[in-house]
């Protein structure tokens, strides 16, 4: 059986998506920019792509900045709110230990730049505590950075009450919603928010597209310089047919949510069950406040790049985190800062689940693994140590 089970890290394109992007590539192939009538359709198309984006997600139009994904947006953001932050005297940001690399390694380039950067903690749960922001939130902060969902254990922060706190306190707000987005309800009316972040290849649309969300009035300066497109914010032509392929994604995921998430969290609880059985494990993240479709584990006592490798022989398609990150051997930053060890924190799998995902594959991965488990175990120093009494058991 193949089970494809890393939809966290790519989902597969939705049909609907791939035959809008045919569609509008053969028939809307005019640059948007351009005067003549060809140009024009399209800029049609674009406009109109747009506003259907801005109205899923409580936005206006003219507040839906097109861009390559989710890097590219976070990327904009920081650096716009910082650039606007740095000019009024304001240099501190605030953020959390949890944050895609998109955000860390932004971060990390602005502390070069003479900024001050709080990385909030999070809790075993992974979702950080509201009072810890209102604690850091001063005079001299220029931006709070709170991921939507976090891309590793699927843990949920409550932006909703962090962006009030922000917005009473009048500093700028941007929430990386890359994981979100397609995945659950999303307001930015509701989140108080001035940038969101999404990209179109989490939720069945193409890769090499996604969207900034930036609030009426919010600094937002170019990170492309080159041409006068989207509003002279973001250089470069508009990838029009991708656009319009992530616009019918978008819909076709929201207008099937409710009845998609009631599905898709049925079988992940199954699976957390079913798994939760292999001794010495845990699930990380809280088992509630979390995506429908995520689960995300730890084996203690075994390797997660042998166990991804002995898995995916048996057809299994699963990643032990970030994607972003799969070549590094170093554990996973979410993991280490809900509290694993290094030596637990290798031992990771996450499994993230879509629409397709079926009862039978949830059956055949709550087989196969736990035989995997076992067979990494049985040949493993460390684990024979454990057994042994020379090692001390943490899960």
């Known amino acids: ?24 590539a053969e028939e809307f192939f005019g640059n948007p920019s351009s005067l003549h009538s060809a140009g024009q359709r399209a800029k049609e198309v674009l406009t109109d792509c747009r506003g259907r984006i801005a109205n899923l997600l409580g ?10 994904g989710g890097s590219e947006s976070d990327n904009q953001a920081i650096e716009s709110a910082a650039k606007f932050g740095r000019a009024k005297g304001k240099t501190k940001i605030i953020s959390t230990a949890i944050e895609h690399h998109a955000v860390l390694h932004t971060l990390e380039k602005l502390k070069k730049e003479g900024f001050e950067i709080v990385l909030l903690p999070v809790g075993t749960d992974g ?13 001299k902060t220029c931006l709070v950075s709170v991921m939507l969902a976090n891309n590793e254990i699927g843990t949920i922060q409550p932006v909703e009450e962090i962006g009030k706190i922000c917005k009473e306190r ?10 979100a987005v397609g995945h659950m309800k999303v307001d930015v009316k509701a989140l108080s928010c001035d940038y969101l972040a999404l990209s179109a290849h989490k939720f069945g649309g193409p890769r090499g597209v996604g969207a900034l969300y ?123 800062a809900i509290g694993r060890v ?40 460390v684990w024979r140590d454990l057994q042994e009494g020379k090692r001390t058991y943490i899960l």
């Not at 979702?127 to 005079?139: A, Q």
């Not at 009048?170 to 994981?179: C, G, M, S």
């Open 127 to 139: 979702i950080v505590k509201l009072e810890d922001v209102k604690k850091e939130v001063d005079e």
């Open 214 to 336: 930036v609030r009426k009035g919010a600094p937002l300066y170019p990170l492309i310089e080159g041409g006068a497109q989207e509003k002279g914010k973001r250089a470069g032509t508009e990838n029009l047919p991708a656009v319009a392929a992530m616009t019918v994604a978008l819909e076709d995921s929201l207008a099937h949510l409710e009845e998609t998430n009631k599905r898709v969290t049925a079988l992940r609880d199954k699976l957390i069950a079913n798994l939760k059985k292999i001794p010495h494990s845990a699930l990380n993240g809280d088992p509630v406040k979390r995506l429908g479709g995520n689960v995300s584990f730890c084996f203690e006592g075994i390797e997660g790049e042998s166990l991804l490798l002995l898995i995916d022989d048996k057809g299994i398609c699963a990643s032990s985190g970030s994607a972003c990150t799969s070549g590094s051997l170093d554990p996973s930053h979410v993991l280490l």
């Open 1 to 24: 059986m193949q089970v494809y089970a890393d939809n966290a890290a790519t989902a597969k394109p939705k049909k609907a998506a791939l035959e809008e992007y045919t569609r509008v």
């Open 342 to 381: 290094h030596d637990v924190a290798h031992g990771s799998l996450r499994l993230s689940l879509s629409e397709e995902t079926t009862e039978e594959e949830i059956d055949y991965m709550s087989r196969e693994i736990p035989k995997v488990v076992e067979y990494l175990r049985s040949i493993s120093p």
């Open 59 to 68: 936005a206006e139009e003219n507040e839906i900045i097109f861009t390559s």
């Open 170 to 179: 009048k500093v700028l707000f941007h929430t990386d919603a890359v994981q």
